[in-house]
């Protein structure tokens, strides 16, 4: 197996390890972000470490992708193919502080021990500011970076053909359809979490699922990416500068 070849298909995996940890994460910390109270009640903090343990991997994950594509990357458009090693690295911190935020309400709730009315109504008050902290990293990181990232990806892999046109074609259409919906979050058009943004979430999913099944079984077409030519490698760096 050639270094190309093992590097599709670690990409590939940490690609799915990104989709199933995200979705582990969401779920998991479903008590505490949906629930105002969590943080004068009794807490479910196993789950919600759980759902910390999950989205570390996803952090990790995500710094992987990065780090394993880059070697493939940088000979189709060095200057594309470290902004999307930038681009991911700020992914993963963007991931880590919301972490952080969620951790910290349930070190609120172990700390607080018995209190009265004000000081339960106090600590909602603090609890609700975190779990807002982490939305909005959660719009930030997984929706505007991630869209920018997976625009840089795609139209690497359109220009240079190490995938099929087809399949880059989905991961454009769907970096945008992320940016422009977590655009009309910010203002205020509809939840993140609602049908709404799922279904514009749905591209860009469909485009990692597909790129790692793709990197795991096929690889990269290395003959086509090689023959793309150092026009379509100026072009990407110009659109990377």
Request: hydrophobic content about 55%; charged content about 15%.
């Amino acid at each position: 197996m050639s270094e190309t070849r093992r590097l599709a298909v670690v990409a590939g995996a940490l690609f799915l390890v990104t989709e199933v940890a995200a979705i582990g994460g969401l779920a998991l910390y479903r008590p505490v972000l949906e629930g105002p109270g969590y943080v004068v009640g009794s807490g479910a903090d196993t789950r919600v470490f759980l759902g910390a343990l999950c989205e570390l991997v996803l952090a990790l994950a995500v710094i992987g992708t990065g780090a394993a594509l880059y070697p493939v990357l940088r000979r189709r458009g060095e200057a594309a193919a470290v902004g999307y090693v930038c681009g991911r690295l700020l992914e993963a911190a963007v991931i880590v502080v919301g972490i952080v935020s969620v951790l910290a309400v349930v070190t609120l709730r172990r700390s607080a021990g018995p209190s009265g009315a004000a000081d339960a109504a106090s600590l909602v008050t603090a609890g609700k500011a975190l779990v807002a902290l982490h939305d909005w990293t959660f719009l930030l990181g997984p929706n505007f970076v991630l869209g920018a990232n997976t625009l840089v990806l795609a139209c690497l892999m359109y220009t240079s053909r190490l995938v099929p046109r087809a399949l880059a074609g989905l991961g454009l259409a769907g970096g945008a359809l992320i940016c422009a919906s977590a655009t009309a979050v910010l203002f205020g058009a509809y939840e993140q979490v609602s049908v709404a943004g799922s279904l514009a979430a749905l591209p860009v999913f469909a485009w990692e699922v597909t790129l790692a099944v793709r990197l795991l079984f096929k690889g990269f077409d290395e003959a086509a990416g090689d023959g793309a030519g150092e026009g379509a490698r100026d072009r990407v760096d110009a659109l990377a500068g």
